[in-house]
């Protein structure tokens, strides 16, 4: 059998073009990827240390609330006790946020009593505008020019009720 001289034989030029294409594509495509991971893994390291931080603000409650005369400062009948007053609740304020505010970008708390007993709601946000929401979104900052719209700020909210200091000891 005879091949015929005339026809070509491998690639041509537009063929090799359409395939660099395609790859091109599709390593966009993975960068791409790659990215969104990147910003979601961030997202979760900056919601951990959120978490973590409500969480010693309760560790900070229960250590004030174990003596009793705190405990009746913060939780008492006749307690008016706020964070952004003085007293116990003021000065596990005060510390937390010192502790917590060179962790989170933005970071910014507050314990509040919330309800009857000794409940509190435990507040934590934090600046997340690291990312772009939507790249074709421009909004008007302060000084007048325009930049992505971005995630402003995240919030995770704790509620933690403590016990009296008379019933720690107790076995339920």
Do not use: K
């Not at 978490?51 to 705190?70: G, I, N």
């Not at 609740?89 to 505010?101: E, F, K, M």
């Not at 507050?110 to 929401?133: E, H, K, M, N, Y």
């Amino acid at each position: 059998m005879m091949l015929n001289p005339t026809r070509q034989q491998g690639f041509t030029l537009v063929e090799a073009l359409i395939a660099i294409l395609i790859v091109a594509g599709g390593l966009v495509g993975i960068a791409s990827l790659q990215l969104e991971a990147m910003q979601a893994a961030h997202a979760a390291q900056q919601r951990s240390f959120a978490s973590v931080a409500a969480q010693d603000a309760v560790d900070r409650l229960w250590f004030e609330s174990a003596d009793p005369d705190d405990w009746n400062a913060m939780c008492g009948a006749s307690s008016n006790a706020s964070a952004s007053g003085s007293g116990p609740l003021h000065d596990v304020w005060t510390a937390w946020r010192r502790n917590w505010s060179s962790h989170l970008p933005g970071f910014s708390g507050d314990i509040a009593p919330v309800g009857t007993g000794c409940q509190f709601a435990i507040t934590v946000a934090w600046d997340d505008s690291r990312f772009v929401l939507d790249p074709e979104s421009m909004v008007m900052q302060s000084d007048g020019s325009m930049a992505p719209e971005r995630e402003d700020v995240a919030t995770l909210t704790y509620t933690a009720h403590l016990p009296s200091p008379t019933t720690l000891g107790e076995d339920t």
